[in-house]
């Protein structure tokens, strides 16, 4: 049940690209490289997004305040910059979810949290 909510939810991301440096982009497309679910200390399973039923692209657009994923989209409630990251936070589908992307690599660490477990998503941004 936890995939088939993930599926739905928009917090796909990432990909690997070394040195992308986001600056001061509007938007940025991103890719999922790995997907961690832990259900509980016994519960933890890791693969590729499509494995584990997570969208694999999404776009972040900084001034419509929004992730779009392959299916959904969910508005941005909190938006934080400073010279080393870009922090973005929202909820969805009784998830709050969390992105950090690091301003000068693109690399992006992604969670998502409910009462049953949480879901940590790996992967890059790259500016669009």
């Known amino acids: 049940m936890r995939r088939l909510l993930c599926s739905l939810c928009c917090l796909p991301v990432f990909a690997y690209a070394a040195g992308t440096g986001l600056g001061d982009a509007n938007a940025l497309l991103c890719t999922s490289q790995l997907v961690v679910d832990v259900g509980g200390p016994q519960d933890i399973s890791s693969g590729l ?68 477990g949480a879901i940590a998503i790996f992967g890059v941004c790259v500016p669009q």
């Open 49 to 116: 997004p499509a494995e584990m039923g997570m969208p694999t692209i999404m776009r972040v657009d900084f001034q419509k305040k929004q992730v779009a994923g392959e299916k959904r989209t969910t508005p941005i409630k909190v938006m934080e910059r400073d010279e080393k990251r870009i922090t973005l936070q929202g909820t969805e589908l009784g998830y709050g979810w969390t992105l950090v992307l690091n301003q000068d690599d693109g690399k992006l660490i992604g969670s998502m949290v409910d009462e049953l």
